[in-house]
């Protein structure tokens, strides 16, 4: 498969992951307010910060490794081997979830039991739960290295909305379970996963198409561990890949939930602050979550494919170096450009955001102020996400392992600020501590991209230079929005609200009017890929 024939995979890869996450995050935020309504902030509290926490801790250190080491060079990769080292991605999860459970449940503070009934029993089931989503991570990675596309955010869909419609359902008729509700959810939805996956892979076998692609097995019962004579039960080289990832991973965690680690083993918020501040960062992150996430996990496939590990610009192939490095520079436009929009008009509609959506439970206080910083610190996620796709890529063996001791450095330090700065600004210190290690991270793949080419013609950097004529209009959007905020929303009726929305409507117009006329590279590159894209679907 060539780099453009790769890229257009990868590109309608994204777009589907794009869908997935919209869907995702607006069942979620639509489930969110409702569950407001019904339950009290601490059981959401409780939920969201510390049974969330355990389960993605147990699901991200058992199988992020093994996803970033298989899915590099899939394309000479012995499957059957790939397949027998994402097996034991299950005993490895059973061990993290009974090590953690043991952890949550005697040695940090337990909740009230007569607030918050079940929690052991929540406990256990959310760990049951992380273990039953491994059991599908074969298929995943099978579905991710040969573009399913269609697959993941199908699966996901289905097992997103059957878990958000039996929460309301149980949440209307059995209020009084409490933890159990979302315990019950949780298993459902890996459940449908798993169940999704292995239907579609007992069908896609049985189906000409596996003799097409050309697929590595023949029949489900392959997909199983097994051992070829003749052959190593694991390739060398790819576990010592994943190891390398591994201790990577562990830190990187810690970096990316470092906020509720905090809150869960220091006890700086209460459990009814704690689910005040998650509500607060899932709308902070919807855009993120919708946008920047798919790109960077579908676009680090993408580099992956296209350059060889460990070597410069020089030492790949040209043609191959030449479409990373225009992708790498248009994405980068991409994000920095929702970056700066969600960055300057976050701030001017925050206050409106959290009283439409909570009432003054959530916009009084320090709601409005929590969710301004937030929409600061996406502007550092979305370049974040894209530089460390590429630099994660293109690393080799050796480099990841020194970049591990960097990580550990990050962590202690985020840890650290994390602490220090929520005693002294409550919740915002958490964003404060985000903001100053995003910028650390995004400096070190900086430095690593500007070394990848150096000596070569291509400088895909630039993409982070916005035109000046952008950056005005942008300026003067903020300027304007600020003052329609202090003038026609906070305190004021319908009208003036709406009125406000239409000052804002129209600078978001005219900032993505200045957009398309100054950005013309990354309109032609964002035309390309869905010409790419129609075209596909007539041939298909």
Not at 145 to 165: N, P
Request: aromatic share 12%; hydrophobic share 50%.
């Amino acid at each position: 498969m060539s780099s453009r024939d790769v890229l257009e995979s990868v590109t309608a890869l994204a777009s589907y992951n794009v869908l997935l996450q919209v869907l995702f995050r607006a069942l979620t935020f639509v489930l969110n307010a409702f569950t407001l309504r019904f339950l009290s902030r601490e059981v959401i509290g409780v939920v969201n910060v510390r049974l969330t926490l355990l389960y993605s801790t147990v699901v991200f250190l058992s199988r992020e490794a093994f996803r970033r080491a298989c899915l590099s060079g899939s394309a000479q990769q012995n499957w059957r081997q790939v397949v027998n080292l994402l097996w034991l991605t299950v005993p490895l999860g059973v061990l993290w979830s009974v090590l953690l459970g043991a952890v949550w449940l005697w040695l940090l503070e337990s909740p009230d039991p007569d607030a918050i009934p079940h929690y052991p029993a929540a406990v256990a089931l959310f760990a049951l739960a992380a273990v039953q989503e491994l059991l599908a991570e074969p298929l995943w990675v099978l579905a991710q290295a040969h573009m399913f596309v269609r697959l993941k955010v199908v699966a996901e869909s289905l097992s997103i909305v059957a878990k958000c419609g039996l929460t309301v359902a149980l949440v209307v008729c059995v209020p009084r379970w409490g933890l159990y509700i979302f315990s019950a959810a949780q298993l459902v939805y890996t459940g449908g996963l798993l169940l999704c996956y292995t239907l579609y892979f007992a069908r896609f076998l049985r189906s000409r198409d596996a003799d097409r692609k050309p697929f590595p097995f023949r029949r489900l019962g392959e997909l199983l561990p097994a051992r070829v004579d003749g052959e190593p039960v694991l390739n060398g080289r790819l576990a010592r890949l994943t190891w390398s990832f591994f201790k990577q991973s562990f830190l990187k965690q810690i970096l990316t939930e470092g906020e509720r680690y905090v809150m869960t083993f220091l006890n700086v918020l209460d459990f009814g602050d704690q689910g005040v501040y998650d509500i607060v960062n899932n709308l902070g992150s919807l855009v993120a979550r919708f946008l920047f996430l798919p790109i960077e996990e579908s676009f680090y496939i993408f580099f992956a494919k296209v350059l060889e590990r460990g070597k410069t610009a020089r030492q790949q192939r040209q043609e191959d170096v030449a479409v990373a490095a225009d992708v790498l520079e248009c994405l980068l436009k991409l994000v920095l450009l929702i970056g700066l929009i969600i960055t300057v008009f976050g701030h001017a509609y925050s206050h409106l955001a959290l009283d439409i959506y909570g009432g003054s439970l959530l916009s009084s206080g320090t709601g409005p102020t929590l969710l301004r910083c937030y929409c600061g610190y996406v502007l550092l996620l979305a370049v974040n996400g894209v530089t460390e796709c590429f630099t994660f890529a293109a690393m080799s063996k050796e480099e990841v392992d020194r970049y591990n001791l960097v990580m550990l450095a990050l962590s202690v330090s985020f840890l650290c600020l994390s602490y220090f700065l929520t005693c002294w600004q409550g919740s915002v210190g958490f964003i404060l501590a985000n903001c100053l290690n995003m910028c650390l991270r995004i400096g070190h793949s900086l430095r690593y991209t500007r070394r990848y080419f150096a000596g070569s013609p291509w400088a895909p950097l630039r993409g982070l230079r916005p035109s000046p004529a952008l950056l005005l209009a942008l300026a003067l959007c903020a300027a304007v929005t600020s003052a329609s905020e202090g003038a026609l929303c906070c305190g004021r009726g319908g009208l003036y609200r709406l009125g406000h929305v239409a000052v804002g409507a129209a600078c978001l117009l005219a900032v993505l009017l200045v957009a398309g006329a100054t950005e013309t590279r990354l309109l032609g590159f964002l035309r390309e890929q869905l010409l790419h894209r129609r075209r596909g679907k007539k041939e298909a």
